[in-house]
């Protein structure tokens, strides 16, 4: 049974340039969350969603990050036209309706913006 | 503003010794509080958690204290090892709606032989 897997684990993105991150939840898992973390620095909520939806996006910053969840496939956390201030480290969480309040992580992906 | 206070931000301990870690929070709607264990490169694991009805949990080596009054809680880990030398955080959510962790800023922890 395969954990929360995430990719890439490493990107690298001139400024101005675009970064997909993929996050595919555990088997049976419909909630998706990210995260970000900054270095020295805890994670930081970035959006909620189920299949198809977005439930929460309180933490997204409001132009150029945009996520989705489609029915198939995995969830996509885009950055457009990377800043340098873009660079951290992203993870994405999962967990099913039945899992009570535990959430796994992926090994994250770390992003560096040169 | 900072919801969840965590210190100290690094902590060396003795193999053997005790290591204790406190966290603070400021939102009284919370009332689930994890703690996370995270090694470089790796994503955060669960390691423990607790609601606000208990005062202490243990598990292992591994102890949450829970004071609901002074909205504090606090790691304890008995008998440190070296292997137990992570980052720890502190977080804490609230049931119901998108139930989002909120973290505390972590705490390196390094165990010496």
């Known amino acids: 049974n395969a954990g929360v897997m995430q990719n890439p684990r490493h990107l690298v993105r001139r400024r101005g340039q675009e970064a997909r991150l993929r996050c595919s939840p555990m088997k049976g898992h419909s909630h998706v969350y990210w995260y970000r973390q900054l270095p020295e620095e805890g994670l930081k909520f970035m959006v909620y969603?189920?299949?198809?939806?977005?439930?929460?996006e309180s933490g997204m910053p409001k132009e150029r990050f945009s996520a989705e969840f489609p029915k198939e496939g995995p969830s996509i956390l885009r950055i457009q036209q990377v800043v340098r201030g873009d660079s951290a480290a992203y993870f994405c969480?999962?967990?099913?309706?039945?899992?009570?309040?535990?959430?796994?992580f992926g090994q994250g992906t770390r992003l560096t913006v040169v | 503003q900072q919801q969840v206070k965590q210190s100290p931000q690094s902590l060396i301990v003795q193999k053997g010794g005790i290591s204790i870690i406190n966290c603070a929070y400021e939102?009284?709607?919370?009332?689930?509080f994890p703690w996370y264990q995270q090694f470089p490169g790796k994503g955060p694991a669960l390691l423990i958690a607790?609601?606000?009805?208990?005062s202490e949990k243990k598990e292992g080596r591994f102890t949450i204290s829970f004071n609901k009054s002074a909205k504090q809680f606090s790691l304890h880990i008995m008998d440190s090892q070296p292997g137990d030398s992570a980052t720890y955080f502190c977080?804490?959510?609230?049931?119901?709606?998108?139930?989002?962790?909120?973290f505390g800023k972590g705490t390196k922890l390094t165990v010496n032989p």
């Open positions: 977080a804490a959510l609230t049931q119901g709606g998108s139930e989002k962790l909120v």
């Open positions: 969480a999962s967990r099913n309706e039945l899992g009570g309040l535990r959430a796994f």
């Open positions: 969603l189920q299949k198809e939806n977005i439930i929460d």
């Open positions: 939102n009284t709607a919370f009332d689930y």
């Open positions: 607790i609601r606000p009805d208990v």
